[in-house]
């Protein structure tokens, strides 16, 4: 039986998910572990992830029995170790309040700027989430101008749509 930080495992590939692989040392004890692996071909990082490119007729359970014994946090349950880097977090961010650095830690949001800032967020939002919220906006218009009848809107609509929709499957082919 897998255990339960598999969240999907299929023939080729595995995705590892667990709250402890957002700690770079611990995702990078992970790694060289499973790097070791004969059945690995080759382990991807991810936020709190690891995507495992297995070679055909590998045993994920025995390649997590073997990792589980390098790595033990990934033994303890996902709640728990979840729950003890929030309360963690939270500490960091009361002693960054309490030492009178409040401007840093408040909940308001900075408008975004060019080159400061978190990069992977745009508007507030990820960049995944913007790229696709604007694939259906231009699908949208491509509808519209497709019922409305200016034909020249409708196919440029479509064109932009085709090309943000080849270009997010190019980028997000590797994903499981």
């Known amino acids: 039986m897998l255990p339960a930080y598999v969240v999907h495992s299929m023939e080729g590939r595995a995705r590892l998910r667990h709250p402890a692989l957002g700690e770079v040392a611990i ?3 992970a790694q060289s572990v ?5 059945a690995v071909d080759e382990v991807r990082a991810g936020a709190e992830s690891l995507l495992l490119l297995l070679q055909p007729g590998a045993d994920v359970a025995g390649i997590c029995a073997r990792l589980e014994a390098s790595v033990p946090v990934l033994a ?4 728990e170790v979840a729950a003890e880097r929030r309360v963690a977090a939270r500490a960091r961010r009361c002693e960054k309040w309490r030492s009178g650095d409040a ?16 990069k992977r ?7 995944r989430k913007l790229e696709v919220r604007a694939m259906m906006g231009a ?3 491509c509808l519209a101008a497709g019922l409305s009848g200016p034909k020249p809107l409708h196919i440029l609509a479509g064109l932009v749509w085709a090309v943000m929709a080849g270009r997010h499957v190019w980028v997000r ?3 499981v």
């Open 121 to 127: 967020n745009m508007l507030g939002i990820s960049r």
């Open 27 to 29: 995702r990078a004890a």
């Open 103 to 118: 401007a840093s830690a408040s909940a308001a949001p900075r408008p975004a700027a060019c080159g400061q800032g978190d």
């Open 34 to 38: 499973l790097g070791k692996e004969s």
């Open 139 to 141: 699908a949208g218009v």
């Open 76 to 79: 303890r349950p996902k709640a």
């Open 173 to 175: 082919r590797k994903a």
